[in-house]
């Protein structure tokens, strides 16, 4: 565990916000209430990523120096304690090493599960190792048809073009979070990138045989055989909601493992908890910029609350609209807007060759 201080000209009784997860949502709150609340940020990494920028880092490392960021390079007026949140009372939050960390108001932001490395150096690390076992392979398996898999797929195909690349998808269609044309636009595009897809199966990673010299076999589930010297799992990932079922928020989570909150982003039935990013029950697309829109209505909540304004005062939060882009390489993109589904140079525009990093970094504060 580490911890670290600033100056923090808020500390007090009254103002102590503790923000469990440092992702997309919880940083951006971390570094937008620094200077109104006396903040705490609990998260098991000392750094904050990018997280729709990774797939580029998996073909091109050096990109990953501007997408993973230290926690202390934007939230410089509070603490950081890198560990896991464990526990919640109606005072304190105790970390796995059995810190209790007292607040008065508590905002959740652990979105979904994804086991990455604790520091930004071996972060970083990973990312070379990965771009490395995808120059020495000439072909490559994703498993997974997703927005994840899709981009995957598409950056190695545009970056190496050389390599054989199949991308195997249990569900009838690619993109199922969004509509059937997205899907199908960006299968065409893969076909065009000569990249192999398989929909409706599975494949079987729990008995992958070695040649011996480098070259692996995969079974699908519908009998096929897939020769590839490599692997990548892109299947969906799990909310990070589960340790809450042992805390006083336990009766606070719907059917499917997520927080349900009012209009303000207040954990329903609670006066002092917030929610917010992919953990909550929102009916919208999981989105970064929905999550960072999330972050900036609750740092206005905590504004105005701590400032002893009306709860009239407070902002509301009105679920985004279906708007999706999906990443085709450094160039193109699917982008599904509410009214139509466009793919090509022009979606691509808006998104593909900087994947909104040097606009997220300047939103936290930071030089592009």
Request: overall charge positive; hydrophobic content about 35%.
């Amino acid at each position: 565990m580490e911890e670290q201080k600033g100056s923090s000209s808020s500390s007090g009784t009254g103002r102590r916000l503790v923000v469990v997860g440092g992702g997309v949502a919880g940083s951006m709150l971390a570094k937008s209430a620094q200077f109104t609340a006396d903040v705490t940020l609990i998260d098991p990494k000392d750094y904050f990523e990018i997280t729709w920028a990774n797939l580029r880092s998996m073909v091109e490392p050096s990109f990953a120096e501007r997408a993973v960021i230290k926690h202390r390079d934007y939230f410089t007026n509070g603490r950081v304690i890198t560990s896991n949140a464990v526990n919640i009372t109606e005072k304190e939050v105790i970390t796995e090493e059995g810190e209790a960390v007292g607040y008065d108001y508590l905002v959740i932001a652990t979105g979904h599960k994804d086991p990455v490395p604790k520091t930004r150096k071996e972060r970083l690390a990973q990312y070379h190792s990965e771009s490395e076992k995808i120059k020495s392979a000439s072909s490559i398996l994703i498993v997974g048809g997703g927005p994840t898999g899709v981009e995957l797929a598409g950056e190695i195909a545009v970056d190496y073009p050389e390599k054989q690349v199949t991308l195997v998808h249990n569900g009838s269609r690619l993109l199922e979070f969004i509509g059937p044309k997205a899907g199908a636009k960006a299968l065409k595009w893969l076909k065009s990138r000569k990249v192999e897809v398989k929909l409706e199966q599975r494949v079987d990673l729990d008995n992958i045989v070695s040649d011996g010299n480098g070259s692996k076999t995969y079974h699908t589930s519908s009998g096929e055989t897939i020769q590839a010297d490599c692997h990548f799992l892109c299947t969906g990932k799990p909310l990070a909601s589960s340790w809450l079922k042992d805390t006083m928020l336990k009766s606070h989570l719907d059917g499917k493992g997520r927080l349900m909150v009012d209009e303000h982003l207040k954990v329903k039935g609670t006066n002092n908890v917030f929610a917010i990013g992919d953990i909550t029950d929102i009916p919208e697309l999981k989105q970064g910029y929905l999550a960072q829109n999330h972050a900036s209505v609750v740092a206005k909540n905590l504004k105005v609350t701590l400032n002893g304004g009306r709860p009239c005062r407070m902002s509301t939060y009105k679920p985004g609209s279906d708007l999706a882009i999906v990443s085709l390489g450094r160039r193109e993109a699917v982008a599904q807007f509410p009214f139509t589904t466009v793919s090509g140079v022009l979606p691509g525009l808006i998104k593909s060759k900087d994947l909104f990093v040097g606009k997220t970094r300047k939103a936290m504060g930071l030089d592009p």
